[in-house]
């Protein structure tokens, strides 16, 4: 099956910087979602991208998908204490979700 | 929005013994439900499909003896880990999905098991 992998696994990030995860896939993804997990918690959807080249923003978080649909990434500015946590890309495949090794963001104040 | 509710959220049992978990769709029916699996510091790994009025369907290496799933309605999947080993202890999470049009999955709380 395919494998989406995501880097960096881990992201330590003085308040205030911005930092970005990197998601790639050997094959061409018919969508990538976007979750976050808080420690302790569970996975929580942030978005979900579907068209070749796509930019999606929430607030503070953009969110890209590659023209080739093979890649994607989300960006991260002003790194507030609240960002703390994991951050999963997941292809949807059939109705199943391919979640990426995640990035675990630490936010030093 | 789309509520899943899991219970227990943490259960410690001894080793041989069984443990149910249960998640429910609150507010949506499920014909779908997800069972993933966490160990500390790593990523969800899909376990099995829960399908409402049918067979689950089962991710490679997942043993469907250990690991037995019921969807016996729309809103309620229960995964139960039996003959429980200390190499079972991991975080269990459900996932179910209200719809495609560009939401994602909603999941459970999660389950800590614990076997001792």
């Known amino acids: 099956g395919q494998q989406v992998m995501q880097i960096p696994q881990y992201q330590h990030v003085q308040e205030g910087e911005d930092f970005t995860t990197y998601c790639n896939s050997s094959?061409?993804?018919?969508?990538i979602q976007w979750y976050k997990q808080r420690p302790g918690g569970h996975p929580v959807f942030l978005i979900q991208?579907?068209?070749?080249?796509e930019v999606k923003k929430q607030k503070r978080l953009t969110f890209q998908f590659g023209e080739a649909k093979k890649n994607s990434s989300l960006h991260i500015t002003a790194t507030q204490t609240t960002d703390v946590g994991t951050y999963f890309c997941?292809?949807?495949?059939?109705?199943?979700?391919?979640f990426g090794a995640g990035t675990q963001v630490v936010v030093t104040p | 929005g789309a509520v899943v509710s899991q219970h227990p959220s943490r259960v410690i049992c001894k080793s041989g013994t069984s443990v149910k978990i249960e998640c429910r769709s609150l507010?949506?029916?499920?014909?779908?439900m997800f069972w993933y699996r966490q160990f500390p510091k790593q990523s969800l790994m899909l376990m099995a499909t829960?399908?409402?009025?049918?067979?689950?369907?089962?991710e490679q290496g997942v043993e469907k003896d250990k690991f037995l799933i019921n969807h016996a309605s729309l809103t309620l999947s229960t995964l139960t880990v039996t003959s429980a080993h200390p190499e079972d202890s991991s975080f269990y999470i459900c996932?179910?999905?209200?719809?495609?049009?560009?939401?994602?999955?909603?999941f459970g709380s999660g389950t800590r098991l614990t076997v001792v």
């Open positions: 997941a292809a949807d495949s059939w109705g199943k979700l391919q």
């Open positions: 094959t061409t993804l018919s969508n």
């Open positions: 507010d949506f029916q499920a014909t779908t």
């Open positions: 991208l579907v068209k070749s080249g």
């Open positions: 996932s179910a999905r209200v719809d495609s049009g560009g939401n994602g999955y909603t």
């Open positions: 829960s399908n409402e009025g049918s067979k689950a369907t089962y």
